[in-house]
């Protein structure tokens, strides 16, 4: 079933922003990354804003589909684009004065939309939670 314009705008535009937010943060100065980041572990940071961003990533490829059989193929694709982002984010950061580029970083980017998996699988058995997702 096609979904309608409004439909597709409500699955893609939250991925959409996200990725563009990413890009925005990515271009900060280190040292206001620093000053609100609450000095929270920067691992940490990366896998918690990645998890962030594989809920919708994979709420836009999954869409209005039923779970059990769409579920797999969206998460796979979430985590390769959000791997893949997490790859360019680094690279690009490397050419960002004061900010560094770190495979680590990008682990735990992927590390983040592996863990929005688990969990939105998870939340979606809540019949309730379900029934909104698929009506969105």
């Known amino acids: 079933a096609a979904m309608t314009r409004s439909r597709y705008i409500k699955f893609w535009l ?3 922003i996200y990725t563009l937010v990413i890009v925005l943060a990515s271009s900060l100065p280190q040292r206001i990354v620093v000053e609100y980041t609450f000095k929270l572990s ?3 940071l990366h896998t918690g ?6 809920f919708t990533l994979i709420w836009a490829f999954l869409g209005p ?12 694709k979430a985590i390769g684009v ?14 960002i004065p004061s900010r560094t580029s770190s495979g680590w970083d990008a ?3 992927t ?12 939340l979606m058995k809540i019949p309730k939670l379900e029934k909104i997702r698929r009506h969105a």
Do not use: N, T, W
Not at 65 to 72: H, I, N, V, W, Y
Not at 82 to 95: N, P
Not at 111 to 122: E, L, M
């Open 14 to 16: 939250p991925p959409v």
């Open 65 to 76: 589909r039923e779970l059990p059989g769409a579920f797999k193929r969206a998460y796979l």
């Open 111 to 122: 590390a983040g939309i592996v863990i929005a998996g688990v969990v939105f699988y998870c």
């Open 107 to 109: 682990l735990a980017d």
């Open 82 to 95: 959000g791997a893949l982002v997490g790859i360019l984010d680094e690279f690009y950061q490397s050419f």
């Open 49 to 54: 804003h990645y998890m962030l961003y594989g």
């Open 42 to 44: 920067d691992k940490l």
